[in-house]
């Protein structure tokens, strides 16, 4: 720590990873850059390499039961259900909770909003995917 001291923080490719004045780096897309930090003359350098995101890769999404009502719980059955703001929609109506969520399960209420049978798809910040059967409400 350089209490006191000007200290001078750069990423040579900002695209790619930022760096704040206090040195936190943050990554923005997959690739490679440099951070160097500068204080009283002296300047160090290092290596950045960001990797891809994950991608959302559930396959075989099941829905268990396929009929309900408004505000039951549903069980939704796959694969890779991790990463950054999982949703679940039915037919396009964002689910009103998503109760509990593993890699492999997740437990959702069924919103209000629609009627008759409708998809159900699962995505996150890395992508989606949507269930082979429909979902009925009655």
Not at 57 to 80: H, K, R
Not at 97 to 117: H, K, L, Q, Y
């Amino acid at each position: 720590i350089l209490a006191g001291r000007s200290v001078v923080w750069l990423s040579t490719n900002p695209g790619i990873a930022t760096v704040s004045s206090g040195g936190l780096v943050t990554a923005q897309a997959e690739g490679q850059t440099s951070i160097a930090v500068t204080s009283e003359g002296k300047t160090g350098e290092f290596n950045v390499e960001v990797p891809a995101p994950p991608r959302f890769a559930s396959s075989g999404l099941e829905v268990s039961p396929g009929a309900g009502s408004v505000n039951q719980q549903i069980t939704l059955n796959g694969t890779n259900f991790t990463g950054p703001n999982l949703r679940v929609s039915f037919g396009g109506i964002p689910a009103p909770s998503i109760d509990s969520a593993t890699p492999t399960e997740i437990i959702v209420r069924v919103p209000s909003g629609f009627s008759g049978s409708v998809s159900i798809t699962v995505s996150n910040d890395y992508g989606s995917t949507t269930a082979d059967q429909l979902f009925t409400l009655f």
